[in-house]
């Protein structure tokens, strides 16, 4: 699951498809170096630095996962803020880095399963059930400096709203 970041110009007039409203889209190519799609885990970090999600509890990765548990609501991965909005929030989101910088970033962890019995007779003592890459202070600068250019970028490119989905 991902994050794609575009833009609109909202003083165009809107079009209207298939029964929906539509404002003018601004999109990057995917090659383009100022394009900005992020995994979910990312994003909201990003998101949550810049004051646009809450911060995310810490998650206990060695409790088991209940199957019947509904999904936690990530409405927040979807959204929309001005031009003058991401920019001050980019100030803000720089001024108090080190404050809140600890909460949205995590060390590289390796998740184990119980012993397992191979069918040639040998035993896995502790088979890898996933690896989870960390996500430093500097991946979250890199992050927020990518979404800066971003900004700027749709700025000049005469966007009046960033949006995320």
Not at 1 to 24: E, L, N, Q, Y
Request: charged share 20%; with cysteine.
């Amino acid at each position: 699951m991902s994050v794609t970041f575009s833009a609109v110009d909202k003083r165009k007039a809107p079009i209207t498809k298939f029964g929906c409203t539509f404002h003018a889209s601004i999109d990057l190519e995917v090659e383009d170096p100022d394009f900005l799609h992020l995994c979910n885990g990312i994003a909201r970090s990003l998101l949550a630095l810049l004051g646009f999600a809450p911060i995310p509890s810490p998650v206990k990765l060695d409790e088991p996962i209940d199957p019947d548990a509904p999904c936690p609501a990530v409405d927040y991965l979807v959204g929309e803020r001005s031009v003058l909005e991401c920019q001050a929030a980019i100030v803000h989101a720089r001024a108090g880095f080190k404050s809140v910088c600890g909460r949205l970033i995590w060390e590289p962890q390796a998740l184990y399963s119980a012993p397992v019995s191979n069918p040639d007779g040998t035993v896995e003592l502790r088979p890898l059930r996933a690896w989870l890459g960390g996500f430093t202070a500097a991946d979250l600068q890199n992050r927020l400096d990518r979404f800066e250019r971003f900004t700027l970028r749709m700025a000049r490119e005469g966007a009046t709203h960033i949006s995320w989905s």
